[in-house]
């Protein structure tokens, strides 16, 4: 059976959702209050790296993380083929690194249970990180090598889902300014500020770090605020960079353009998405540390994003607990661009009923309504 579907929210989860929907069969209509893209999803850095950014315990975000990791090599070849568009989805592989020898205990512990996990991890010793990294810092004294972890250019993955959409029948309505949900106890009603009106049986709700703006309309505690992430990039001349570089500190990415992207800063500043000057300065003092030639270099691009941060941790991503028909896909943080497809395909799945390709009991967007 096939609904009228509202996704309200045009960044990597409204958009793959809805791309993913629109696969099923489903007549989807995407609502953005600004340009699609243009916020959180946009600035991301676009790492693909659940090993490197969950090492604590194999919890069920790690698992939502690493089956969404799986889902896109076929994901992508998709996207791609439907939307005609590239956006650089590269197997680099990362190296998680650590400068002192206590750390490597902690290395070889996540090590052993990501293992158990089918993740190729294998740690490797400084002689062997200067083959694989010839410019890395000498000060780096070992790092977890992951072949499988990935990048895209996210922006362009944004724009090339936005296209995917168009081309498969969605309908995206941008520059909204405000949209109101007027009623969804049955029938669904949004209104917009410019006066337009949207009407469906299924609402997908994937506002990102605007989320908690919808918690009195559907009377649940939705603690999504917004952390904002400073990033910048550097042209890389003739330095060569094979891998994503991870550090507890920070994170450097190298695109095909021939630019590397440091990330960033997570800094509370509301929703103000400016850059400061001492965001991007702990960025540049820590940087050189891990490759001594940045100090020689200025980025030559900042930008900054909201990432939608929740209470514990976990995104929101479930139906409503007394309205079968409205759908939360909101809350993921740091991975967004990770879990798009994962999201994407559990969204498709509760719309049509059926079972969740991983489960999701711990993501309920009731569990801080009591
Ligand atoms: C600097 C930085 C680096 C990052 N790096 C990575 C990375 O390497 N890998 C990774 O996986 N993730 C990364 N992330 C996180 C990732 O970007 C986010 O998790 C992801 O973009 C969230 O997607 P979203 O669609 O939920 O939110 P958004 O992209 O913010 O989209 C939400 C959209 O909803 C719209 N909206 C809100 N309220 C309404 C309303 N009432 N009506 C209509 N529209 C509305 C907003 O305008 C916005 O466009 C990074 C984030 C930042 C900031």
Redesign the pocket.
Known sequence: MTHRVIV????????ASALELSRKGHDVTV???????????????????PYSEIGEDPDDFFRLCLASLREYPVWQEEVKKISGHDFEYTNSGSLHAVYHEADLLALKTRQSWQREWGAEAELVDATRIKKLEPHLSDSIIGAMHYPEES?VF?PDY?RALEEACRKNGVTIAEE?E???VHSWKEDIDLV?KNGQRFQAERLVI??????K??EETFSLNLPVYP?????CAYELGDKQVNHIVYTSQG?L?PKANGTLVN???EDIAGFMTDVTVSGIARLTNWNKNIFPFLTDLKPFHT??????ATQDGYPFIGKHPNAKHIIF????????????PITAKIVAALLSDEKTPVPIETFAPNRFTY
């Open positions: 309200l929210g045009g960044g990597v989860i409204g958009l609502l953005e209050k600004v340009r699609c893209g243009g916020q959180a999803s946009g600035a991301a850095a676009g790492m693909l790296a990048h996210a944004v909204l405000a949209v109101e917009s994937a506002s990102g770090a605007w989320s703006e919808l952390i904002r992430g400073q990033i994170y990415v990330g960033a800063s930008w900054a994003g909201l990432r939608p896909a909101t809350g993921h943080y740091r991975n967004g661009i990770l879990l798009s």
